[in-house]
């Protein structure tokens, strides 16, 4: 009995002590060259969200804003997993309306996560509706061109890989020449883009393991990038940068141990 209750007493140590981290949101800022845009001058700064995981979120909208509206912001990229129940559309909207508050001059984009898709039918609208309503373009498989000081930028959406959403001949079809920045949800699909061009691509769908103790091992069902100890942070396939994001919230048990939300800046330098 007392050797139970030890143990139990452990347990809501090491619980309280990983609750708390999800509180203590890491900021990152990632400085990637651009070698083949000439007219520009000034870095292009791109702040990435992704994972938000709304029921298990221990970041508010007030506090999110408070933490970045400390710099500029050209443009908002947030690579999915948003929620996976109905109930939690409504909470998007706050997010939402405080990233707007940011006033990105080339605006917000976002792909969909697996957890997206737990969501069917007129739920799943509704989401990309709120998405959309609220200042927000959502590319699935499709991409959008925008000029960055008379420059091309094709912002190429990928949709969610696990699920077998994505289709990458779909997302650039007619790309025109320009910087290519894919946003997706599950970084291994750049393992199927050996000869498609991109300049950088975004990702999250890891939690940087979530429980990354002593190793996460949980994550090995996660494709081929985990056995490649590709789960967080910047990293290069066929010389090509990609990027994994932490993400903001939890999945499960809102728990982290060896691994931080996080929230980063991403500047085209």
Same mark, same amino acid.
């Given at each position: ?9 452990? #347990? ?39 994972? $938000?995981? *709304? ?8 506090? $999110? ?8 912001? &050209? ?23 405080? *990233? ?6 080339? =605006? ?7 957890? &997206? ?13 709120? $998405? ?20 091309? *930028? ?27 920045? %894919?946003? +997706?949800?599950?970084?291994? %699909? ?10 950088? *691509? ?6 940087? =393991? ?15 990038? %985990? ?27 809102? #728990?982290? #141990? ?5 929230? +980063? ?5």
């Amino acid at each position: 009995m007392v050797l139970f209750l030890i143990f139990s007493a452990l #347990i809501g140590v090491v619980f309280f002590f990983a609750n708390r981290n999800t509180k203590k949101v890491e900021i990152n800022t990632i400085s990637v060259s651009r070698p083949n845009i000439e007219v520009s001058s000034n870095n292009l700064k791109i702040l990435h969200l992704s994972d $938000l995981h *709304l029921e298990n979120i221990s970041v508010n909208p007030n506090e $999110l804003y408070n933490i970045v509206s400390g710099q500029p912001v &050209d443009l908002i990229a947030l690579t999915g997993d948003f929620l996976d129940r109905k109930r939690s559309i409504p909470k998007l909207r706050g997010y939402l309306e405080v *990233l707007n508050k940011l006033n990105p001059k080339y =605006g917000m984009y976002a792909v969909f996560g697996n957890h &997206d898709y737990v969501l069917k039918g007129k739920n799943f609208e509704a989401l990309k509706r709120t $998405l959309e309503d609220n200042g927000c373009q959502t590319l699935q498989n499709e991409h959008i061109t925008i000029k960055v000081n008379g420059e091309k *930028l094709n912002i190429i959406g990928i949709d969610n890989y696990s699920t077998h959403h994505s289709d990458v001949h779909k997302a650039y079809l007619n790309v025109p020449e320009g910087y290519n920045l %894919v946003l +997706t949800h599950d970084p291994n %699909v750049v393992l199927e883009m050996e000869e498609i061009h991109f300049d950088y *691509l975004l990702s999250g769908h890891f939690h940087g =393991g979530q429980i990354h103790w002593p190793k996460p091992y949980h994550l090995i069902k996660m494709g081929k990038l %985990v056995r490649m100890k590709m789960v967080k942070g910047l990293h290069y396939h066929g010389g090509k940068p990609f990027y994994i994001s932490e993400g903001l919230g939890q999945t499960g048990v809102n #728990i982290r #141990i060896g691994s931080r939300p996080e929230i +980063t800046f991403h500047e085209l330098s």
